[in-house]
């Protein structure tokens, strides 16, 4: 079983920065590729993801803003976000995924204020 722990959400104001992170357990954290979503109300939507190669994808809406890192010696995967807009806020998301099996953490708040 894995668990991942998320932390770092919080208020921010427009155009500030903030930085998220999952700690993983319970698994072989080298092996997975990891990501993050969020989630406003509505669907879960897509931000980012980094392979066990250290290869990342971003949503369109973040890119350049947004960076996604892993550092494996702390089972520990962070998203550093700038620019925040206030179309950012939602339940950030963690996701550890290996072929078909994928696994999320409980969710942190980021509300980013105008």
């Known amino acids: 079983q894995v668990q991942l722990v998320e932390s770092g959400g919080g208020l921010v104001q427009a155009g500030g920065s903030q930085r998220l992170s999952c700690t993983a357990s319970?698994?072989?954290?080298?092996?997975?590729?990891m990501g993050w979503y969020r989630q406003a109300p509505g669907r879960r939507d897509f931000v980012a993801t980094i392979t066990s190669s250290g290869s990342t994808n971003y949503a369109d809406s973040v890119k350049g803003r947004f960076t996604i890192s892993r550092d494996n010696a702390k089972n520990t995967v962070y998203l550093q976000m700038n620019s925040l807009k206030p179309e950012d806020t939602a339940v950030y998301y963690c996701?550890?995924?290996?072929?078909?099996?994928?696994?999320w953490g409980q969710g942190t708040q980021v509300t980013v204020s105008s």
């Open positions: 996701r550890a995924i290996l072929g078909s099996m994928g696994y």
């Open positions: 319970g698994t072989n954290f080298n092996s997975f590729t």
